[in-house]
């Protein structure tokens, strides 16, 4: 495992999931930090898609700002035939199988970056790649930043409509990609010394009995943490999330329980970094790093 990050009781917001423009987010990892730091937020995770890019960067600012930051990554994985994301906390970002994982990512990306210019470009919209690339920068390039271009080009109003119309599930830009496996993915995060947690399971649109097979999966696979909590909701889904956990848990090998914001951009109070809360009762991921300093101190 990598250094330890923090030890004892924390005080302040706790964020263990968010975006900067090392992926999709429209913040740079300082400017990330920054509005972290105005959010009270005292300990946050940087999980851009498929990279650690922004890591460095956000840790340089996190000493600056005083919120201390926890080397992360959302890795897109596949669960039979369905993606799903997994977030890496507290992982070495130097780390062989780490940067394996991101290289595999960043071909598959390429390719259906290639592939969703191409299908938008048959529809009349020239310029797809380079105009998404634009937005992207160095960063990893994905839907969002085709959105964001077919918005600035004028063939959408929003980005919502750029999703319903032409990016979203079972739309012109929706590439099936043959992501690594949740085990693989599991194995990376871990052999990396870090946690692995599923991501958001209540935003895969699964039967209640389709989720708890995908988090006993999870868990048998080496799968540390759930995020019981991600961005704002209401608490009959946080109550579903947990007794589906608690389900998990019945043969004595649970999950702990993760939770984020999911930040993207500075407009949507709704995944506003720092914003929310996990429920009493519940044993969190970062008690894994308070044990480890206590074990070393002790």
């Known amino acids: 495992m990598t250094d330890t990050v923090f030890s004892g009781q924390f005080s302040g917001q706790i964020d263990l999931h968010c975006h900067s423009t090392a992926s999709d987010g429209i913040l740079s990892p300082t400017e990330l930090v920054s ?24 840790e340089h600012a996190g000493e600056a700002h005083g919120v201390s930051i926890l080397p992360g990554i959302e890795f897109t994985a596949c669960w039979g035939r369905r993606s799903v994301h997994v ?3 507290n992982v070495d970002c130097s780390s062989m199988s780490l940067q394996q ?8 990306r390429a390719e259906r970056a290639e592939q969703i210019a191409l299908r938008l470009e048959k529809r009349g919209f020239t310029g797809a790649l380079s105009g998404a690339r634009s937005f992207a ?3 990893v390039i994905g839907r969002p930043h085709f959105a964001r271009w077919l918005v600035e080009a004028g063939h959408v109003p929003d980005t919502a409509k750029a999703f319903k119309r032409y990016l979203g599930a079972g739309k012109t830009g929706d590439v099936a ?8 993915t599991v194995a990376t995060i871990r052999a990396a010394g870090g946690a692995a947690v599923l991501a958001h399971p209540l935003k895969y649109g699964l039967t209640r009995t389709r989720l708890l097979g ?7 696979a080496g799968g540390q943490g759930a995020e019981v909590v991600c961005g704002r909701q209401n608490p009959v889904q946080t109550r ?9 848990a019945a043969d004595g090998r649970g999950l702990l329980a993760s939770l984020g914001s999911d930040f993207h951009q500075p407009d949507q109070p709704w995944r506003e970094l720092g914003s929310v809360r996990l429920p ?3 044993e969190p991921i970062w008690n894994l790093w308070q044990t480890d300093a206590e074990m070393v101190s002790g």
């Open 35 to 58: 509005r972290a730091k105005a959010q009270d937020v005292t300990l946050l995770a940087l999980t851009d898609h498929d990279t650690v890019a922004g890591v460095r960067e956000a």
């Open 87 to 89: 977030v890496g906390l």
């Open 101 to 108: 994982g991101v290289a595999v990512r960043d071909r598959l």
């Open 137 to 139: 920068g160095d960063g």
């Open 177 to 184: 990609v043959a992501w690594p496996d949740l085990t693989e």
């Open 214 to 220: 995908l988090l006993t999966d999870f868990r048998d």
């Open 240 to 248: 579903e999330v947990l007794s589906l956990l608690e389900r998990v």
């Open 280 to 282: 009493a009762g519940v």
